[in-house]
């Protein structure tokens, strides 16, 4: 697998109260890929992954480092062919990772699984043929 | 606030074992920027954002929805010069987010503060002498 996150969902209790922060608070170009009431997307920039001790990262945020279940984040890794999705999964649990969800199709016309690495934290497989990829391995959501 | 995503922050229970994990596992490649012991940072490409509500994110990936406290994951916005960290945070608490840590001299040579989103995602913003941009915003970390 490629080092790259192509895609960071944030789980959110109230949809168009997140759109409107991000969208009309911070500026962030909503794609037309968004789907209204459903689903938002926005493109952004690259993006680089750090690893730092869980309570030493909450006491930087000034936040509690007490916290349980799911975390209401799920990183995305994509590819560029259906195949390569099993491979992905099959890798990271090689590797020490945690099998989510076998991937399957996905009602979305896509194929996609999930598992989570050693802290548990969810990343999802996908191939998805509506985002379309650019030579340096980014997804092209549409403007 | 350009829309920029600029580090990735996952907390981990055991540094080493996630350093494992992603070097070995799933071959990242580990920056030169990482400090033993302390944080490992990881060069990956771009990615994008999306907003889903959070019970449907956690049933994609097989995961109860139950979870309260401190999520374990800190978003990063980077920008270039220091006088920029006050103005994003006063931006993004105008837009409906809420002040976790007023920016302030980090002991790692930047200035950083936190935000959280509507949802408590929780934001850095920090300017970081020692990591400079590429033409398209992305951070430069070295190989």
Do not use: C
């Amino acid at each position: 697998m490629q080092p790259r996150i192509s895609l960071i969902t944030l789980g959110v209790a109230d949809l168009e109260r997140a759109i409107r922060f991000y969208r009309d608070g911070l500026g962030f170009p909503m794609s037309g890929a968004s789907v209204a009431g459903e689903v938002a997307f926005f493109r952004t920039g690259g993006v680089a992954l750090a690893l730092y001790p869980r309570h030493l990262l909450a006491h930087d945020a000034n936040l509690a480092p007490e916290g349980t279940g799911f975390g209401g984040i799920a990183l995305a890794h994509n590819v560029r062919a259906k195949e390569e999705v099993d491979d992905v999964i099959s890798q990271a649990v090689a590797a020490g990772g945690r099998l989510l969800k076998a991937a399957r199709q996905a009602d979305w016309g896509g194929y996609s699984g999930y598992f989570a690495d050693p802290d548990g934290h969810p990343w999802e497989v996908a191939w998805n043929p509506f985002f379309p990829f650019a030579a340096d391995g980014t997804l092209q959501l549409p403007p």
